[in-house]
C-alpha cells in the first residue's frame, strides 16, 4: 500500500492534468494555438528555473544528454503543446481530454519498438486491448464525424497524444540526474 502523499500527489497530478484543457480551451479565443503553447513553456520555464535558482542546483549540461532533453523538449512539449491548442480551436476540451487516453497505450508500442530489452508479455497486450477497447466505448457518441468536429481537430490531438508517449519513452534513456535540474532545462530548451 502507498503512502496517503503519494494518493495526493496522484490526485493533484490528475487535477492539474485534466485542469489544462479546459484552460487552453478559455485562452484560444483570446489568443492563439502558438501563443498558448509559448506562454505555457514560458512560465513552466521560468518556474522550473527560479526552482533551480533557490535550490541551488545546477544545470549541468554535456552534449549527450543535451540530445536527449532536447528530443523530450521536442515530443514532450512544443509538438504536444502545438498540437492540442490547435486541435482544440476545433474541438471540445472534453474530447480532447478522452483522445489523450491513448498517451499511455502509445508509450507501451514506443516501447516495444524503441527498447527491445524491456519485453512485453500477453498481460501487457491484453492490457492494451482492454485500454484500447474502453478508450473506443467513451468515444463512441462523438465518433459521427463532423458533429463533434472536423476531423483534422481529433488528429491533431492524437498526433500530440503520440508525441507524449514517445518522449516518455526517449525519456527513459536520459542519464539520472536531478529531475528538477532536467525539467528546467527540456523546458528551456523548448522554449528556444
Excluded at 530489452?117 to 501487457?124: A, G, K, Q, S, V
Amino acid at each position: 500500500m502507498h503512502a496517503p502523499r503519494y494518493w495526493i500527489g496522484l490526485l493533484a497530478l490528475v487535477a492539474v492534468w485534466g485542469a489544462s484543457y479546459a484552460l487552453i480551451e478559455v485562452a484560444l479565443p483570446s489568443i492563439g494555438p502558438l501563443e498558448v503553447t509559448v506562454l505555457r513553456i514560458a512560465l513552466g520555464a521560468v518556474l522550473m528555473t527560479g526552482i533551480c535558482l533557490v535550490g541551488r542546483i545546477p544545470l549541468p549540461l554535456d552534449r549527450e544528454a543535451g540530445w536527449r532533453l532536447g528530443a523530450v523538449a521536442l515530443f514532450g512539449t512544443v509538438a504536444p503543446f502545438l498540437l492540442i491548442s490547435w486541435g482544440q480551436t476545433q474541438i471540445d476540451s472534453a474530447v480532447a481530454g478522452v483522445l489523450m487516453s491513448i498517451m499511455p497505450l502509445s508509450v507501451l508500442v514506443f516501447s516495444k519498438l524503441l527498447l527491445p530489452e524491456d519485453p512485453l508479455t500477453r498481460w501487457h497486450w491484453l492490457g492494451f486491448a482492454c485500454a484500447l477497447a474502453g478508450i473506443v466505448v467513451l468515444m463512441a457518441p462523438d465518433l459521427s464525424w463532423p458533429v463533434a468536429g472536423p476531423l483534422t481537430g481529433h488528429l491533431s490531438v492524437l498526433a500530440g497524444a503520440l508525441c507524449y508517449g514517445l518522449s516518455a519513452v526517449i525519456a527513459r534513456s536520459l542519464p539520472p540526474r536531478n529531475v528538477w535540474a532536467n525539467t528546467a532545462l527540456l523546458l528551456l530548451f523548448g522554449l528556444v
